[in-house]
T-cell receptor
Framework: DAGVTQSPTHLIKTRGQQVTLRCSPK?????VSWYQQALGQGPQFIFQ???????QRGNFPDRFSGHQFPNYSSELNVNALLLGDSALYLC?????????????FGNGTRLTVT | KNEVEQSPQNLTAQEGEFITINCSYS?????LHWLQQHPGGGIVSLFM???GKKKHGRLIATINIQEKHSSLHITASHPRDSAVYIC??????????FGTGTRLTIIP
């Protein structure tokens, strides 16, 4: 039973570029949440996807967008990258009907913007 | 404002010691998670609780709803317990809010 998988594991981009990060949820899960974790900080919620729609969103600008596919996998897109976007991006999956349930995280994608 | 605070920020202890990590939050919550993050970055869920106490192996998590406080205890600590421990809460139906983490180092 595969857990949450994220790709790529590491990425280096230049200011102004665009990036796409990918997440496959744990088998059987239908909800995907994305988090940004700056060095030395706790994760910050970006947004959550369920039934291919953004269900909740944190305090992130429109440069951050996402998508969920019919197979429940998800992408996080960041446009016009800034140096401050350098962080570990984490994906977590869950079951919508289960309410508050234990979280299943991927290992993250470490993005460096130069 | 919905806030989560953890203490201590850093903790170093000798192998075998009893460890306590604290989490306080500002307003009523629906659920609280304790998470473990190793240097590679991956996060593992340890506990989810909304009342009382849970135990798994050497780990114990407690929550006091009235005092808006939770603790994570590790008994007979081991170097492999070295990690960052993060408290995260659901304020009502809102998104998860995370603490900044406690970096635990267990010395052999």
């Amino acid at each position: 039973d595969a857990g949450v998988t994220q790709s790529p594991t590491h990425l280096i981009k230049t200011r102004g570029q665009q990036v796409t990060l990918r997440c496959s949820p744990k088998s059987g899960h239908d909800t995907v949440s994305w988090y940004q974790q700056a060095l030395g900080q706790g994760p910050q919620f970006i947004f959550q996807y369920y039934e291919e729609e953004e269900r909740q969103r944190g305090n992130f600008p429109d440069r951050f967008s996402g998508h969920q596919f019919p197979n429940y996998s998800s992408e996080l897109n960041v446009n016009a990258l800034l140096l401050g976007d350098s962080a570990l991006y984490l994906c977590a999956s869950s079951l919508a009907w289960a309410g508050y349930s234990p979280l299943h995280f991927g290992n993250g994608t470490r993005l460096t913007v130069t | 404002k919905n806030e989560v605070e953890q203490s201590p920020q850093n903790l170093t202890a000798q192998e075998g010691e009893f460890i306590t990590i604290n989490c306080s939050y500002s307003v009523g919550i629906s659920a609280l998670h304790w998470l473990q993050q190793h240097p590679g970055g991956g996060i593992v869920s340890l506990f989810m609780l909304s009342s009382g106490k849970k135990k798994h192996g050497r780990l114990i998590a407690t929550i006091n709803i009235q005092e808006k406080h939770s603790s994570l205890h590790i008994t007979a600590s081991h170097p492999r317990d070295s990690a960052v421990y993060i408290c995260a809460v659901h304020f009502g139906n809102e998104k998860l809010t995370f603490g900044t983490g406690t970096r635990l180092t267990i010395i052999p």
